[in-house]
């Protein structure tokens, strides 16, 4: 499903040139279950931009179902990715004023088409997220552990290929961080493709599989 080929990315500043992936190879098969592994500044958040089509590589090979990616333009990236990501970050990025159902619902003012059932959707992945007496709560005055199931619920709110998760727990309690991984392993039993960034090994063994970055390169 995603292959991903000799990627080397390099930031220029000030005429200073940083080289942050350096020609990483891997690819990840429909309904997988992958951990991206690696210490602070190893280059994953990187990576993990790249594979969710929010940021271009500087070199290398991209191919998701079989679409070259890096030759696509800016317009056909955006419109792949809305159809194929959702993404989950460690900072909730909820609207704190605004109510769960209307912070699941976000997404699809993007969508060329916006559902009929679009309400009834949400209500029915809060539910499922554990968050059904939640629903018309302000994101402020939910938990942390709840918010990042409200993320997650608005991850899905498209129906996407892919789950991208980026340091999903870094902001929790241990509790909340089990149970955000529970909802994370039911989301595989359904055979949704995830793949999760993360620096913390307990949350990389709940994967398939893991891949290890050190200095901009896959270990192994």
Excluded: W
Excluded at 68 to 76: E, T
């Amino acid at each position: 499903m995603i292959k991903i080929k000799d990627i080397e990315k390099t930031y220029s500043k000030n005429s200073v040139e940083t080289k942050v992936l350096r020609g990483v190879t891997f690819s990840v098969q429909r309904g997988e279950y992958v951990a991206i592994m690696g210490a602070s500044g190893s280059g994953k958040s990187t990576l993990m931009n790249i594979i969710g089509c929010l940021d271009r590589p500087t070199k290398g090979q991209y191919e998701l179902d079989n679409i070259n990616v890096l030759q696509l333009d800016d317009d056909a990236i955006s419109a792949l990715r809305n159809k194929k990501f959702g993404f989950v970050f460690q900072q909730f990025f909820l609207l704190e004023r605004t109510n769960a159902l209307d912070n699941v619902l976000l997404p699809l003012i993007y969508t060329d088409e916006y559902p009929a059932d679009a309400i009834q959707q949400a209500r029915k992945l809060l539910v499922n997220v554990g968050l059904g007496d939640r629903i018309e709560y302000f994101a402020n005055e939910l938990s942390g552990g709840q918010q990042q199931r409200v993320a997650i619920a608005r991850s899905l709110i498209n129906n996407p290929d892919v789950i991208i998760a980026d340091e999903p727990t870094g902001n929790l309690d241990s509790e909340s961080a089990a149970e955000i991984m529970k909802i994370f392993s039911r989301l595989h039993e359904e055979r949704r493709t995830i793949i999760i960034v993360t620096h913390d090994r307990d949350v990389a063994g709940n994967a398939q599989r893991i891949l290890e970055l050190k200095d901009g390169q896959i270990k192994g």
